[in-house]
């Protein structure tokens, strides 16, 4: 982790409140609530129960990427709350 200038007053107070802010809580990330997300997918089973009753009109030969992985991925990125189209997936 790089040296960092601490900074802890960067607000103005509120009435006898001071307000700090801390950047020193280790190594964090964005994406853990998608391991849990991916955890119970497993468990339940359900994108692969999803990606069963979907028709798939692509060329089985030409494909790279099963519908259940499609799938996964699209609704990860939703979740993460990135803007996609499974059209785009469908049709690639």
């Not at 960067?10 to 409140?17: A, E, M, Q, W």
């Not at 997918?41 to 999803?50: C, K, P």
């Amino acid at each position: 982790m790089p040296d960092c200038t601490v900074q802890r007053e960067l607000f103005v107070g509120v009435g006898r409140r001071r307000i700090e802010v801390g950047f020193d809580g280790g190594d964090v990330t964005s994406d853990a609530g998608l391991l849990l997300i991916c955890k119970a997918d497993e468990h339940m089973g359900l994108l692969a129960r999803v990606a069963a009753v979907l028709p798939d009109p692509r060329d089985p030969q030409r494909v790279e990427h099963s519908l259940v992985e499609l799938l996964a991925n699209g609704s990860m990125v939703s979740c993460k709350g990135m803007r996609i189209f499974i059209e785009n997936y469908l049709t690639t």
